[in-house]
């Protein structure tokens, strides 16, 4: 017969999907019977009615239990938690505190880098969404916040299929190759334009930040929308440790637009990590490299702003195909140039810590 004690042991370590804490943790594991001829029957309380991830959370039990000696079949069924318990459930992933801003803050594993760029049309996006998945290969957990609140795309580009899961207004992302996104796009019609201002673009971000559970990832990308306007000065705000890649093309026009976003980071005291240069090179069937778009922009931005040149990304049929397909050409091309570009950028970043330094507090005028 297998060991109650050590299938209760199995099944409660494994994780949430969406909390990514274990049901023990969490105290999901409700009822466990242990046949004598080794078969489980197990229930479990999921947070909320309609589990999107209920399959996958089945599919795990059921190996964990399986892992025990003696066990020869497993039941899951699920109930439902009372509010009461939900709000339990929101107190223990807060520490019993009031929610809060504490990514990249004193004491916080994760490193944010926001990815900028001067104009639209760079490949910004992109970068965020395969840079992302490229960190999730090295085996880190990564968290993407779209906020290009007009211009949104991570999680077509990352083929997100669901809606944030909610727990007593405690938003879970959902995640895809890897990583956890949150972005407008959820919240917003198809057919609806987002017409805000400072304070409400403010306000959302700020709620990105506090009331979604990220689960302290070792990344937080911020897909920053164009410019130097509010959402930039928002992020020096509540995110002042926070670094920055500022991405271009090789044309001299987008690098000297680009040159904005940077002198914008070093304005509000963000550690620029360096220059990423998108859409690099077209190689033809013949080998050769075509610079469609010019060269020499990234290398002319990074040193224009002391920095290094991260990497440059060439401008690949597959990485178009698979932001539009939900695909990410890292996924989709596993052995192409784009994402052995990709990998070499993750690489660098990851060589790249967070210098230390004071941050003032920024002023506004």
Same mark, same amino acid.
């Given at each position: 017969?297998?060991?109650p004690?050590?299938v209760?042991?199995?099944?409660?370590?494994?994780?949430?999907?969406?909390?990514?804490?274990?049901?023990?943790?969490?105290?999901?594991?409700?009822?466990?019977?242990?046949?004598?001829d080794?078969?489980?029957?197990?229930?479990?309380?999921?947070?909320?009615?309609?589990?999107p991830?209920?399959?996958?959370?089945?599919?795990?039990?059921?190996?964990?239990?399986?892992?025990?000696?003696g066990?020869?079949?497993?039941?899951?069924?699920?109930?439902?938690?009372?509010?009461?318990?939900?709000?339990?459930?929101?107190s223990?992933?807060?520490?019993?505190?009031?929610?809060?801003?504490?990514?990249?803050? =004193? @004491?916080?594993?994760?490193?944010? *880098?926001? %990815? +900028?760029?001067g104009?639209?049309?760079?490949?910004?996006?992109? #970068? /965020?969404?395969n840079l992302?998945?490229a960190?999730?290969?090295?085996?880190?957990?990564?968290?993407v916040?779209?906020?290009?609140?007009?211009?949104?795309s991570?999680?077509?580009?990352?083929?997100?299929?669901?809606?944030?899961?909610?727990?007593?207004?405690?938003?879970?992302?959902?995640?895809?190759?890897?990583?956890?996104?949150?972005?407008?796009?959820?919240?917003?019609?198809?057919?609806q334009?987002?017409?805000?201002?400072?304070?409400?673009?403010?306000?959302?971000?700020?709620?990105?930040?506090a009331?979604?559970?990220?689960?302290?990832?070792?990344?937080?990308?911020?897909?920053?929308? =164009? @410019?130097?306007?509010?959402?930039? *000065?928002? %992020? +020096?705000?509540?995110?002042?440790?926070?670094?920055?890649i500022? #991405? /271009?093309?090789p044309?001299?026009?987008a690098?000297?637009?680009?040159?904005?976003?940077?002198?914008m980071?070093?304005?509000?005291?963000?550690?620029?990590?360096?220059?990423?240069?998108?859409?690099?090179?077209?190689?033809?069937?013949?080998?050769?490299?075509?610079p469609?778009?010019g060269?020499?922009?990234g290398?002319r931005?990074?040193?224009?702003?002391?920095?290094?040149m991260?990497?440059?990304?060439?401008l690949v049929?597959?990485?178009?195909?698979?932001?539009?397909?939900?695909?990410?050409?890292?996924?989709?091309?596993?052995?192409?140039?784009?994402?052995?570009?990709?990998?070499?950028?993750?690489?660098?970043v990851?060589?790249?810590?967070?210098?230390l330094?004071?941050?003032?507090?920024?002023v506004?005028?």
């Amino acid at each position: 017969m297998a060991d109650p004690a050590a299938v209760r042991d199995a099944i409660g370590r494994v994780e949430d999907p969406e909390i990514h804490r274990s049901l023990a943790e969490l105290n999901m594991v409700r009822e466990l019977d242990v046949n004598a001829d080794g078969r489980v029957s197990v229930v479990i309380a999921l947070t909320v009615p309609g589990c999107p991830l209920q399959d996958e959370l089945e599919a795990d039990v059921t190996a964990a239990a399986m892992s025990v000696t003696g066990v020869s079949s497993v039941t899951t069924e699920f109930t439902v938690m009372s509010e009461t318990e939900r709000q339990a459930v929101v107190s223990a992933v807060h520490g019993g505190g009031e929610r809060g801003i504490t990514l990249g803050g =004193p @004491g916080s594993p994760t490193r944010v *880098i926001a %990815i +900028s760029s001067g104009k639209g049309g760079v490949g910004k996006s992109s #970068v /965020t969404a395969n840079l992302g998945v490229a960190l999730a290969g090295l085996g880190k957990t990564v968290g993407v916040i779209d906020a290009d609140v007009w211009g949104f795309s991570i999680p077509k580009m990352l083929g997100v299929d669901r809606d944030p899961t909610v727990i007593e207004n405690m938003l879970l992302p959902p995640e895809a190759h890897g990583v956890r996104v949150m972005s407008m796009d959820f919240f917003v019609q198809p057919d609806q334009a987002v017409i805000w201002r400072g304070p409400m673009l403010h306000k959302a971000l700020e709620q990105f930040l506090a009331d979604v559970h990220w689960g302290d990832p070792d990344y937080l990308l911020i897909d920053m929308p =164009p @410019g130097t306007g509010d959402i930039a *000065i928002s %992020i +020096s705000q509540f995110l002042p440790k926070s670094q920055a890649i500022v #991405v /271009t093309t090789p044309q001299p026009t987008a690098q000297r637009v680009a040159k904005r976003a940077g002198l914008m980071a070093r304005k509000v005291n963000q550690e620029i990590l360096g220059v990423v240069e998108n859409m690099a090179w077209f190689t033809g069937d013949d080998g050769t490299r075509y610079p469609l778009f010019g060269s020499g922009g990234g290398a002319r931005l990074a040193e224009e702003l002391e920095v290094p040149m991260l990497g440059q990304i060439p401008l690949v049929p597959a990485l178009r195909e698979g932001a539009d397909s939900g695909v990410p050409v890292t996924v989709a091309d596993p052995s192409g140039d784009a994402t052995a570009a990709f990998a070499a950028l993750a690489d660098e970043v990851e060589a790249r810590q967070p210098r230390l330094r004071s941050h003032p507090e920024l002023v506004i005028r």
